[in-house]
Nanobody
Framework: QVQLVESGGGLVQAGGSLRLSCAAV????????MGWYRQAPGKQREMVAT??????NYGDAVKGRFTLSGDMNKNTVYLQMNDLKPEDTGVYYCNTQGMSGVGVRFNYWGQGTQVTVSS
């Protein structure tokens, strides 16, 4: 009943920027966690940035370059990615956790959006 709508991925040269957007739509009573994870070919999925109870956490590889923001009341988050590097290439997945409008806790993942950084 809850879906994540992701956008903003694409192809960019090293040093460039991209802005990812994620919006959770459906019957939502409250959202407790929202954020982004990524997975490069042949590698394990890693946390990029999340916000939980007002606390924002960043993965070590993106600290100082990426910024997470959004409107939690509208169940929407944005990931501003600056100074992109080839190692940032991968599929980026939005994740959200909370309580649905029918009283069920949820943990949903978006379909993923491709980010490719070339040198």
């Amino acid at each position: 009943q809850v879906q994540l709508v992701e956008s903003g991925g694409g192809l960019v040269q090293a040093g460039g920027s991209l802005r990812l957007s994620c919006a959770a739509v459906g019957s939502i009573a409250s959202t407790n966690v929202m954020g982004w994870y990524r997975q490069a070919p042949g590698k394990q999925r890693e946390m990029v940035a999340t916000i939980t109870r007002g606390m924002i956490n960043y993965g070590d590889a993106v600290k100082g370059r990426f910024t997470l923001s959004g409107d939690m009341n509208k169940n929407t988050v944005y990931l501003q990615m600056n100074d992109l590097k080839p190692e940032d290439t991968g599929v980026y997945y939005c994740n959200t956790q909370g309580m649905s409008g029918v009283g069920v806790r949820f943990n949903y993942w978006g379909q993923g959006t491709q980010v490719t950084v070339s040198s």
